[in-house]
């Protein structure tokens, strides 16, 4: 059973289109997140949730907005995607904070052509 | 803001040899905690070691293990004995212990390991 599970593994799509990447985890953990790494390989936070409540919107854009029907999901929902948008978006979770680590997911390769 | 900074971009290391990254990161905070993620070619993040700012003993995970210096805000990772399968990228990374700080892992840039057989 995979602890945190996202679709599709990768999206290749038109400038302008909506697009959507779900995720979900069956570690029962109360924190999800929505990182992006970008073609320089950088990883950076996007959105936390906790027990479905928005913790962190690390300033993006208003076209990025995640859904959390429920504590086990959390989908990622992208409105007129530009060319910029191309990355791997991860989905992780957590049992919270300290140092319990992140569980991530294998990561959505997304590329806006 | 906390920072992270990893100053080698790639490094290569003989199979069987011992290889040191490096990671200073920049913070006010007292309390926080310290991780080494790996990421292979498969892409998946895997967790290396993580370190308590509180404790004073390096973390050690078998081959690998860390130099983490408070003062110095460093927070190095020293992988012996280095294997084939050791290949990859490797990004350090913080968490505040402050909640009002949110949940988050503030990453480096990484380092890219090769592994010379």
């Known amino acids: 059973d995979t602890a945190v599970s996202q679709t599709p593994k990768y999206l290749v799509t038109q400038m302008g289109n909506d697009k959507s990447i779900k995720c979900e985890q069956n570690l029962g953990h109360d924190t999800m997140y929505w990182y992006k790494q970008d073609s320089k390989k950088f990883l950076k936070i996007m959105f936390s949730?906790?027990?479905?409540?928005?913790?962190i919107n690390e300033t993006v854009p208003n076209r990025f907005s995640p859904k959390s029907p429920d504590k086990a999901h959390l989908n990622l929902h992208i409105n007129s995607l530009e060319l910029g948008d191309s990355a791997v978006y991860f989905c992780?979770?957590?049992?919270?904070?300290?140092?319990?680590?992140?569980?991530f997911g294998s990561g959505t390769q997304l590329s806006v052509l | 803001a906390q920072t992270v900074t990893q100053s080698q971009p790639e490094m290569s290391v003989q199979e069987a040899e011992t290889v040191t990254l490096s990671c200073t990161y920049d913070?006010?905070?007292?309390?926080?905690?310290l991780f080494w993620y790996k990421q292979p070619p498969s892409r998946q993040m895997i967790l290396v070691i993580r370190q308590e700012a509180y404790k004073q003993q390096n973390a050690t995970e078998n081959r690998f293990s860390v130099n983490f210096q408070k003062a110095a805000k460093s927070f190095s990772l020293k992988i012996s004995d280095s294997q084939l399968g050791d290949a990859a990228m490797y990004f350090c990374?913080?968490?505040?212990?402050?909640?009002?700080?949110?949940?988050?892992?503030?990453f480096g840039t990484g380092t890219r390991l090769a592994v010379r057989p």
């Open positions: 990374a913080y968490r505040s212990a402050r909640k009002s700080s949110g949940d988050k892992l503030t």
């Open positions: 949730y906790n027990n479905k409540e928005l913790i």
């Open positions: 913070t006010s905070e007292s309390d926080y905690y």
């Open positions: 992780a979770s957590s049992t919270g904070w300290g140092n319990e680590k992140l569980f």
